[in-house]
């Protein structure tokens, strides 16, 4: 089984940073990509940012020129950098993985969610 698990997560004033951290661990075959959602009180799941194994980076306009999603030379942790933090950005931050555990088995994975609270 694959496991993520985030690390970083608190109370940030707003235009203050936070980063993000997410581990993957279990048994893995290969990561294809990995990436952040998040997902606030009565709202639905948005993404956030994805890096794949190539480096191809996506962000949602929202984090566009705020955040920077990176990753280790292995793309086992993946970052997430938060800088300009707005209330807005409040919300439960969810790592995900698409992974194979096998060179024939692949899933999506899902941490347990780290909270970033940003007060102004």
């Known amino acids: 089984q694959v496991h993520l698990v985030e690390s970083g997560g608190g109370l940030v004033q707003a235009g203050g940073s936070l980063s993000l951290s997410c581990s993957a661990s279990?048994?893995?075959?290969?990561?294809?990509?990995m990436g952040w959602y998040r997902q606030a009180p009565g709202k639905q799941r948005e993404l956030v940012a994805t890096?794949?194994?190539?480096?191809?980076?996506n962000y949602a306009d929202s984090v566009k020129d705020r955040f920077i999603i990176s990753r280790d030379n292995g793309m086992n942790t993946v970052y997430l950098q938060m800088n300009g933090l707005k209330a807005e950005d409040t919300s439960v931050y969810y790592c995900n993985g698409y992974i194979y555990s096998s060179h024939v088995s692949w899933g999506e994975y899902w941490g347990q969610g780290t909270q970033v609270t940003v007060s102004s």
């Open positions: 890096i794949n194994a190539g480096g191809g980076i």
């Open positions: 279990g048994t893995i075959f290969r990561i294809i990509s």
